[in-house]
């Protein structure tokens, strides 16, 4: 169900307010209106050991962006485009899964590894839209773990990304959006990840080259943007590939990951 937090951390559910966190729901919706005309105290408090699922349902398109990072590209010898072009590749929806599931290490991965990122997520529909109104077509900001297999990304025949990116469970997200008027500064947040207790990334999001609301004005030249749609804007140094060779998930590894007023997401990696 949807549900919001209060300012005690309870979750109220206000599925009396709006169908679902889900693009069907959120199209032509004022959610935030919508949540701020009732006393959130008088809806129904759900039990504090529910699951939390993914903190968006039926998921658009999850749009990934590469090298976003000036730390990232400096450390992989890569200049940023002078024209301010992207790389961009896409996540199915089937990788979705909430901030507590647990990270699959399928039959067929090899060298799992996990990247910390910043979430977008579209509130509006529109194409071709200007940097100066892609805020109107943000709803809010989440924690995304662009979660990869570098053996499928880096090591085969095939140069696309979709397989190194794209098993189930390699995009965890949440544990909730937080709505753009709660968040002071998006690109001015801290974010860290630590492996088993230790850490592994520590930047900010002040470190990306693009930030986020040039990146939904780029990829509307692409895409039609629709509620519901996911933007992951990238990770810096710190990933498993760059510790070393030994320091690939494996079963039993646990991974935290917080991002400054976003939440944080606990995952344990498991055998599928």
């Given at each position: 169900?949807?549900?919001?937090?209060d300012?005690?951390?309870?979750i109220?559910?206000?599925?009396?307010?709006?169908?679902?966190?889900n693009?069907r729901?959120l199209?032509?919706?004022?959610i935030?209106?919508?949540?701020?005309?009732?006393?959130?105290?008088?809806?129904?408090?759900v039990k504090?050991?529910?699951?939390l699922?993914?903190?968006?349902?039926?998921?658009?398109?999850i749009?990934?962006?590469?090298?976003?990072?000036?730390l990232?590209?400096?450390q992989m010898?890569?200049?940023?485009?002078s024209?301010?072009?992207?790389?961009?590749?896409?996540?199915?929806?089937?990788?979705?899964?909430?901030?507590?599931?647990?990270?699959?290490?399928?039959?067929?991965?090899k060298?799992?590894?996990?990247?910390?990122?910043?979430?977008v997520?579209?509130?509006?529909?529109g194409?071709?839209i200007?940097?100066?109104?892609a805020?109107?077509?943000?709803?809010?900001?989440?924690?995304?773990?662009?979660?990869?297999d570098?053996?499928?990304?880096?090591?085969?025949?095939?140069?696309?990304?979709?397989?190194?990116?794209?098993?189930?469970?390699?995009?965890?997200?949440?544990?909730?959006?937080?709505?753009?008027?709660?968040?002071?500064?998006?690109?001015?947040?801290?974010?860290?990840?630590?492996v088993?207790?230790?850490?592994?990334?520590?930047f900010?999001?002040?470190?990306?080259?693009q930030?986020?609301?040039?990146v939904?004005?780029y990829?509307?030249?692409?895409?039609?943007?629709?509620?519901?749609?996911?933007?992951?804007?990238?990770?810096?140094?710190?990933?498993?590939k760059?510790w070393?060779?030994?320091?690939?998930?494996?079963?039993?590894?646990?991974?935290?990951f917080?991002?400054?007023?976003?939440?944080?997401?606990?995952?344990t990696?498991?055998?599928?």
């Amino acid at each position: 169900m949807p549900a919001v937090i209060d300012a005690e951390g309870g979750i109220r559910d206000i599925s009396s307010l709006i169908e679902d966190l889900n693009p069907r729901g959120l199209e032509g919706v004022d959610i935030v209106g919508k949540i701020k005309s009732v006393d959130v105290k008088t809806l129904p408090l759900v039990k504090n050991n529910v699951r939390l699922g993914p903190c968006l349902d039926l998921v658009g398109k999850i749009m990934c962006i590469g090298y976003n990072s000036k730390l990232h590209a400096k450390q992989m010898g890569i200049k940023p485009s002078s024209s301010g072009d992207m790389v961009i590749f896409l996540k199915p929806s089937s990788a979705v899964t909430g901030p507590t599931d647990p990270i699959l290490y399928s039959k067929c991965v090899k060298k799992l590894d996990w990247e910390a990122e910043l979430g977008v997520v579209i509130g509006k529909t529109g194409k071709y839209i200007d940097t100066s109104k892609a805020r109107d077509h943000i709803l809010g900001y989440m924690c995304i773990n662009d979660v990869s297999d570098r053996y499928w990304q880096f090591e085969t025949d095939d140069k696309q990304y979709t397989k190194g990116k794209g098993l189930d469970s390699f995009a965890p997200i949440g544990p909730y959006i937080v709505t753009k008027d709660e968040v002071r500064d998006p690109n001015n947040l801290k974010v860290k990840l630590w492996v088993n207790g230790e850490l592994r990334q520590d930047f900010d999001t002040s470190d990306y080259i693009q930030n986020a609301d040039e990146v939904v004005s780029y990829l509307s030249e692409f895409f039609t943007l629709y509620p519901g749609d996911i933007i992951s804007m990238g990770s810096a140094p710190g990933n498993a590939k760059f510790w070393g060779e030994d320091k690939f998930l494996k079963p039993g590894d646990r991974v935290t990951f917080e991002i400054e007023s976003l939440g944080r997401q606990e995952q344990t990696v498991i055998k599928e």
